[in-house]
């Protein structure tokens, strides 16, 4: 069966949300506290994450602005659409979005407003870096360039770069590519001495032949087990590129594996549902999770409240 450009866009946002719903419970913890838990985590109980909704908000500047996106227009929608909306502490945000909207209440401007906190290296962007693969199915670069406009307001550095690599790779899934082919691509859209490359490469190579357990091989290879957060783009980009690869590019053992590996596990969860929806498209969702996914809530961006990710996708097809 032919994919359809919709059919790959619905089914990337769509792995996404299943990804992050499935990930949220197990956010934070290792894989034998999942395993102790669960035993393994396959079911989705409830909703999604800040991710699925900051994926909404990113695709909702594409769809206003296309290519010719800017960090001015981002910034814009953030003092606009997201600021005037919070009331008291922001529910279930990451550390760089929050830094970035304290430093646009100070008056900073990007990309001061991505550097100034000093988590830039956080996987915000890459969490809601799927919207501009979609749009710019077929061509890594300019996916990684538009998601670096967005990127500009609320990252810097790796986090930046973790955003581009997961633009990339979902650029090529959406074009066809197999699983290494879209992760090549999205290599090839970062520097190959970068933080987030050489944790990717490593990730690839724990997967090959080797004596333990894959999970705590990768581990191993990728996971800054001294830093207090989970919320490292290198590592999460890597744990959801090993997980894609895993999984064969296959919706549901992509997802599982990735939220199986813990960690930033709604994160990395999303990435590789987006990766392995766009590369199988929407009818690869299994049935009992797409039944879970309904319009978000808003609760982290209250801007988002009642947009569903398959209208969204449906959306930014047009606008390409």
């Known amino acids: 069966m032919t994919l359809t ?3 790959r866009a619905r089914g990337c946002l769509l792995g996404l949300a299943a990804g992050d719903a499935l990930g949220r419970p197990a956010e934070n913890l290792s894989p034998e506290q999942i395993a102790a838990r669960w035993g393994r985590l396959t079911e989705i109980d409830g909703g999604g994450t800040d991710d699925t909704e900051y994926t909404i908000f990113a695709a909702s500047l594409l769809i206003r602005h296309g290519h010719a996106l800017t ?3 981002v910034a814009q929608a953030y003092q606009q659409e997201i600021i005037p909306l919070i009331d008291g502490p922001m529910k279930g945000a990451g550390f760089s979005e929050l830094g970035a909207i304290q430093a646009l209440r100070q008056g900073l401007r990007p990309p001061l407003t991505g550097q100034w906190h000093r988590h830039g290296w956080s996987d915000g962007l890459a969490m809601r870096a799927a919207p501009y693969g979609i749009f710019a199915a077929g061509d890594p670069g300019e996916a990684a360039r538009l998601v670096e406009v967005d990127g500009s307001v609320s990252n810097a550095g790796e986090g930046i770069l973790g ?4 633009a990339g790779a979902v650029a090529a899934a959406m074009a066809g590519a197999s699983p290494d082919e879209a992760v090549t691509a999205g ?3 970062i520097p190959e001495d970068s933080w987030t490359a050489r944790s990717v490469n490593r990730a690839r190579e724990a997967l090959g032949p080797g004596s333990g ?5 990768l581990h191993e290879a990728v996971v800054v087990r001294h830093y207090p957060w989970t ?3 290198p590592e999460a980009v890597a744990l959801a590129f090993a997980a894609y690869l895993m999984g064969g590019g296959e919706v549901e053992e992509s997802v599982v594996i990735a939220a199986n590996l813990g960690r930033d596990a709604d994160t990395t969860a999303a990435i590789a549902g987006a990766l392995a929806g766009a590369g199988r498209g929407e009818a690869a969702v ?9 319009p978000v809530e808003g609760r982290c961006l209250p801007v988002t409240a009642g947009r569903h990710v398959l209208d969204v996708a449906d959306q930014l097809v047009e606008g390409t």
């Open 187 to 189: 290599l090839g859209v």
């Open 5 to 7: 450009h919709r059919g």
């Open 286 to 294: 299994p049935e009992r999770w797409a039944r879970q996914i309904g």
């Open 231 to 233: 919320d490292l783009a």
């Open 213 to 217: 357990d894959v999970a705590g091989r």
């Open 163 to 166: 955003g581009r690599a997961v």
């Open 71 to 73: 960090s001015q227009d």
